[in-house]
Nanobody, 121 residues
Framework: QVQLVESGGGLVQAGGSLRLSCVAS????????MAWHRQAPGKQRELVAI???????NYADSVKGRFTLSRDNIKNTVYLQMSSLKPEDTADYYC???????????????WGQGTQVTVSS
């Protein structure tokens, strides 16, 4: 089994910054991708940023230039540095990872419990 634990959410004023962290632990052989998604009240969950094992990173258009995703492969951790935050960034943020495990060998996607980000105007 694999666990994803997020941290770093909170309340911030518009224009401020926050850094989210997600640590993956458990039966991990390798991680294909790690990503952050968000879900605002009354809206569908959307992909915010994703980084793959090859090192490529992609962002939603709405956060390009403001959010930066980084990954520590040794620690199985991904960080989302969020700057110039806007009220519309308010959402629950979820970490997601695609993981290869051993004993048994399998590939599965996992989700964290989420961390709340609130941006006040």
């Amino acid at each position: 089994q694999v666990q994803l634990v997020e941290s770093g959410g909170g309340l911030v004023q518009a224009g401020g910054s926050l850094r989210l962290s997600c640590v993956a632990s458990g039966n991990i052989h390798s991680i294909n991708f790690m990503a952050w998604h968000r879900q605002a009240p009354g809206k569908q969950r959307e992909l915010v940023a994703i980084t793959t094992s090859s090192g490529s990173t992609n962002y939603a258009d709405s956060v390009k230039g403001r959010f930066t995703l980084s990954r520590d492969n040794i620690k199985n951790t991904v960080y989302l540095q969020m700057s110039s935050l806007k009220p519309e960034d308010t959402a629950d943020y979820y970490c997601n990872a695609d993981v290869w495990s051993v004993a048994p060998v399998r590939r599965k996607e996992y989700w964290g419990q989420g961390t709340q980000v609130t941006v006040s105007s």
